[in-house]
């Protein structure tokens, strides 16, 4: 093989990488501007069903059908809630316990009585 179809071949192959690059940049870009993101984007990207020639009119209006069918990719769905716990008790656990009212200055008077500044009472 000769240097020329060497360098004919690594040119091809460039060409055909940085093609599947700007196919994937444009579907990309499509499915961001309807709302996905982070690994909900990759996956998403993965569901179009697109000929590798699909133009960006044909990609808007696989990912708006998408959109549809799989509104969670696109950060629609509701959000869950957990169950709630046994017993009736919020799914955080039981509320806190009801304390004193803390009145301002306590703390400097608690301190104070601890060293022996004040007498204890």
Do not use: I, Y
Not at 17 to 29: D, G, K, N, Y
Not at 60 to 78: I, M, Q, S, Y
């Amino acid at each position: 093989m000769s240097a020329a179809e060497q360098r004919e071949r690594a040119a091809a192959q460039r060409e055909a990488e940085a093609f599947a690059r700007l196919r994937a940049a444009v579907r990309q870009t499509a499915l961001a501007r309807l709302g996905a993101n982070g690994d909900d984007l990759a996956d998403a990207e993965r569901l179009l069903d697109l000929p590798d020639d699909a133009d960006e009119q044909a990609v808007d209006a696989a990912a708006a059908v998408l959109k549809e069918r799989r509104p969670e990719l696109f950060g629609l769905a509701a959000p869950s809630t957990p169950p709630p716990a046994p017993g009736g008790s919020p799914a955080g656990g039981p509320p806190p316990r009801g304390q004193a009212p803390v009145t301002p200055g306590s703390a400097g008077l608690d301190m104070a009585r601890h060293r022996g500044f004040l007498p204890a009472g």
